[in-house]
């Protein structure tokens, strides 16, 4: 530290690791005094909120494999594998989501302002644990690809929201996300509900799927919210409720009810529990609705 007069400043040091096995090294020497960037979008916005920075900065900027986005195919599946250091820009324009995840595309419209999405990247927004993209990612069932200083392990992202520190002993390296063939049966919606439009965190961002059958039955169904104030979550038991539902359903109470035990975020000084639940209800419920008339 440096002390001038009454004033104290941070002596922050910036590291430059060009592999993942020294970025890991620096990660675990500086521990709960460090911090990983990539775009530092969100740092800044740290910044001026007044918390403090940690002393050690460990950019991830220089790492190659951290930058790719390819297609591959294992076992007779397609996959996107998208670099965490990709921005969300390129996400936004790259004509492989265009083509493969348009979902992905339209929560990333969604996301802040075009200078922020020129910098942010995929994996910080993941990272924080309360990003825009996350409700996406878990309706398209993606994994995580983390290296934990001796190997590189796959994890479901489903898996790793209920884990607040998921990131702490490991590095997200890619996303990974299945690619489905094209099926005029599935249907997927996201909306973002913020104080401003796009240039704000959320209040609450919803994010969903459904297939239905040749007989207008609901055979599958994912169904993913987050805010800025709340961790991300499936609501798995509305899923099982809504799953096997014969369109148009006249359970809407039902789900409601469903939806109301299942996610109950907290209230903040924007908005009470009950308003992002009743959002939550109306836009799924009538997502639900415009099934019946596809």
């Known amino acids: 530290m440096i002390r001038k007069g009454d004033e104290t400043l941070n002596k922050q040091a910036v590291w430059f690791p060009d592999t993942l096995e020294k970025t890991y090294k620096l990660k675990r020497q500086y521990y709960y005094n460090s911090c990983l960037i990539a775009g530092g ?3 800044q916005t740290e910044w001026e909120k007044g918390i403090q920075c940690p ?14 986005i390819e297609l591959v195919t294992k076992y007779g599946q397609s996959f996107i594998q998208i670099g965490a250091l990709t921005t969300l820009d390129c996400c936004r324009n790259n004509p492989i989501f265009l083509e493969n995840v348009p979902i992905l595309v339209e929560a990333v419209r969604n996301i802040a302002s075009p200078a922020i999405r020129n910098r942010a990247t995929i994996g910080g927004n993941v990272a924080n644990g309360y990003g825009d993209v996350i409700p ?4 398209l069932d993606a994994s995580l690809l983390l290296y934990d200083g001796d190997k590189i392990k796959v994890k479901k992202l489903t898996e790793c929201i209920k884990e607040k520190n998921f990131l702490l002993n490991s590095i997200l390296v890619s996303i990974t996300i299945p690619v489905q063939k094209k099926n005029t ?5 996201y909306q973002k509900i913020g104080l401003r439009e796009n240039f704000c965190q959320s209040i609450v961002s919803i994010c969903g799927y459904f297939k239905t059958g040749k007989k207008k039955v609901i055979e599958k169904v994912h169904l993913a919210v987050s805010g800025s104030s709340f961790l991300p979550q499936r609501l798995n ?11 148009p359903p006249c359970q809407f109470n039902e789900i409601a009810q469903s939806i109301k035990k299942e996610f ?17 209800i109306n836009i799924i ?3 639900i609705a415009k099934l019946s008339s596809k």
């Open 55 to 68: 002393e050690n900065i460990i950019s991830i900027e220089n790492i190659k494999e951290l930058k790719e």
């Open 264 to 280: 109950n975020p907290p209230s903040d000084h924007f908005s009470s529990s009950n308003y992002k639940q009743d959002i939550t």
């Open 185 to 189: 049966r599935e249907n997927y919606f």
């Open 136 to 139: 996406a990612l878990l309706v």
């Open 237 to 247: 038991r509305t899923e099982e409720l809504i799953k096997e539902l014969l369109l």
């Open 285 to 287: 419920v009538s997502e």
């Open 41 to 43: 979008t969100l740092l």
